[in-house]
């Protein structure tokens, strides 16, 4: 039998649980952000192409998925189905702002030159 902690998610609603997840201990969460900013830091960073199709195929998994994502949304905040539909619309929106504002002050930039 494993001593791992877990961190047990409830339907706010109703009290039942939905899912338990394993946690990290503090000194195994610390080592695991030092070991993400050291990469960070010592890789280049994706070109502003390569990070706008990646965001196109979040928006494209996300949409595969979204009654999948829907119905744990209802599950997890207990909201009604079609305030979680607004959310999960709000979220592409919000994956289709940050790639036109990359779009957009990429076309500055190039302006500018």
Same mark, same amino acid.
């Given at each position: 039998?494993?001593?791992?902690?877990?961190?047990?998610?409830? +339907?706010?609603?109703?009290? $039942?649980?939905?899912?338990?997840?394993?946690?990290?201990?503090?000194?195994?969460?610390?080592?695991?952000? @030092?070991?993400?900013?050291?990469?960070?830091?010592?890789? +280049?960073? *994706?070109?502003?192409?390569?990070?706008?199709?990646? *965001?196109?195929?979040?928006?494209?998994?996300? &949409?595969?998925?979204?009654?999948?994502?829907?119905? =744990?949304?209802?599950?997890?905040?207990?909201?009604?189905?079609? $305030?979680?539909?607004?959310?999960? +619309?709000?979220?592409?929106?919000? =994956?289709?702002?940050?790639?036109?504002?990359?779009? &957009?002050?990429?076309? @500055?930039?190039? $302006?500018?030159?």
């Amino acid at each position: 039998m494993s001593n791992q902690m877990t961190l047990t998610v409830l +339907n706010p609603s109703n009290g $039942d649980e939905i899912i338990s997840l394993p946690t990290d201990s503090m000194p195994e969460a610390l080592e695991k952000i @030092d070991r993400a900013h050291q990469y960070f830091s010592t890789k +280049n960073h *994706l070109p502003l192409h390569q990070r706008i199709n990646l *965001l196109e195929n979040l928006i494209t998994a996300l &949409l595969e998925e979204k009654s999948t994502i829907i119905a =744990i949304m209802i599950k997890e905040g207990g909201k009604p189905y079609t $305030d979680s539909i607004s959310e999960f +619309n709000r979220a592409i929106e919000g =994956i289709k702002i940050a790639i036109n504002t990359c779009l &957009l002050y990429t076309s @500055d930039a190039a $302006d500018d030159s």
